[in-house]
């Protein structure tokens, strides 16, 4: 089986489902943004060059980051990382109803996305080489949408927030199954022995997704500053749960 095939086949189906789904989630979600349409070079060029194979560990994320997938197509995809990194640097369109605050500027954004920034970097110290991380890693987010929500300013205009997942106000019964669904035919294809989710979210919804399946879920904090706990040490203590949940050892590849 084409492993990296058979990802992106389930990739476009949940790009087209949630294609589907987009008005659905109005009028309290004012924009939508799918990087899977847009950014559909990127990540498939991520997919290709590196999930081609069975992996034994599986990072799952929330959703885009503004500043990250939002941006390169990739998961946590912090332009820097992603491009000096990881050596992706396929064209990146822009969304539909792009919202002012929110742009989508692909690889010329000037702006960091401090999850991805800290995920990428911790592989890259412990790894040193994308290919030594990639042998037995990949990462995936559980859902690929960005959500904007907008609300009106005391002083006049338009103000505006990314609005996670878990605090939709509808429309995530619907969300979640498609989501549930592309976890699954993700885990048939990669076969890991661990799935890691990086927050509480991802690792709730992996449970609810995976019943039943053969491997191991644990999690470690995510690395969002917006976690006051995460602005201390994040990669010592990501290094550290992984090691004790025996996904790591001690020593570093070399």
């Given at each position: 089986m084409d492993i990296a095939a058979a990802q992106l086949k389930a990739a476009m189906s949940l790009r087209d489902r949630m294609e589907e789904m987009l008005e659905s989630f109005a009028p309290e979600v004012s924009r939508v943004y799918n990087p899977l349409t847009y950014a559909w070079g990127a990540?498939?060029?991520?997919?290709?060059?590196?999930?081609?194979?069975?992996?034994?560990?599986?990072?799952?994320?929330?959703?885009?980051?503004?500043?990250?997938?939002?941006?390169?197509?990739?998961?946590?995809?912090?332009?820097a990382a992603v491009r000096d990194w990881l050596g992706i640097s396929a064209p990146v369109g822009r969304p539909r109803g792009e919202h002012p605050k929110y742009p989508v500027d692909g690889w010329l954004c000037e702006r960091s996305e401090v999850s991805g920034r800290r995920l990428w970097g911790l592989f890259k110290e412990r790894f040193g080489r994308p290919e030594a991380f990639f042998a037995e890693h990949f990462v995936v987010n559980y859902c690929p949408l960005l959500f904007i929500e907008t609300t009106l300013l005391a002083k006049g205009g338009e103000g505006a927030r990314n609005l996670t997942p878990d605090k939709l106000p509808k429309g995530r019964?619907?969300?979640?199954?498609?989501?549930?669904?592309?976890?699954r035919a993700l885990a048939t294809a990669l076969e890991p022995r661990f799935l890691i989710g990086v927050g509480s979210f991802a690792a709730t919804r992996a449970e609810a997704a995976l019943t039943g399946m053969s491997l191991t879920i644990g999690k470690i904090p995510h690395p969002s500053p917006a976690s006051p706990k995460s602005n201390t040490d994040w990669p010592g203590k990501a290094a550290r749960q992984l090691i004790d949940l025996?996904?790591?050892?001690e020593t570093k590849v070399p």
């Open positions: 990540f498939e060029e991520y997919v290709t060059r590196y999930g081609g194979a069975r992996k034994r560990v599986l990072f799952l994320g929330m959703n885009p980051g503004p500043w990250g997938m939002t941006q390169t197509g990739v998961p946590f995809g912090e332009v019964a619907a969300l979640f199954e498609a989501c549930d669904a592309h976890l025996g996904v790591w050892k």
